[in-house]
């Protein structure tokens, strides 16, 4: 599986965002979706994770009620909506894709590249 996350940029904090996360390869109908994401001298950390076959949800509670995970089947693309960004929401994201259900980074087996987010105050 490969896997290309898009759709990072400058907002200023109280705006939004939509990151994609566009596989290929094969289906992710066999897998968890997860975003992390890295700030500058900090751990990558989990954001968010979607079951891509129920389409179930886990959300960090530092994002909990203000970013939305989802996925369209028909493009094999999972989608990170972030809105009422806060500068500390300023970190570089990632996708990942596991056959775990899991928030642990470490189970992920298939990773994007990153695209930075930068939320200004």
């Known amino acids: 599986v490969q896997l290309q996350a898009s759709g990072g940029g400058l907002v200023q904090a109280g705006g939004s965002l939509r990151l994609s996360c566009a596989a290929s390869g094969r289906t992710l109908s066999d897998y968890y979706m997860g975003w992390f994401r890295q700030a500058p001298g900090k751990e990558r950390e989990f954001v968010a994770a979607?079951?891509?076959?129920?389409?179930?949800?886990d959300y960090a509670d530092s994002v909990k009620g203000r970013f939305t995970i989802s996925r369209s089947n028909a493009k094999n693309t999972g989608y990170l909506q972030m809105n009422s960004l806060k500068p500390e929401d300023t970190a570089v994201y990632y996708c990942?894709?596991?056959?775990?259900?899991?928030?642990?980074?470490?189970?992920?087996?298939?990773w994007g590249q990153g695209t930075l987010v930068t939320v200004s105050s």
């Open positions: 990942a894709a596991s056959i775990s259900r899991t928030r642990y980074k470490s189970r992920y087996n298939y």
């Open positions: 979607i079951d891509w076959s129920v389409g179930s949800t």
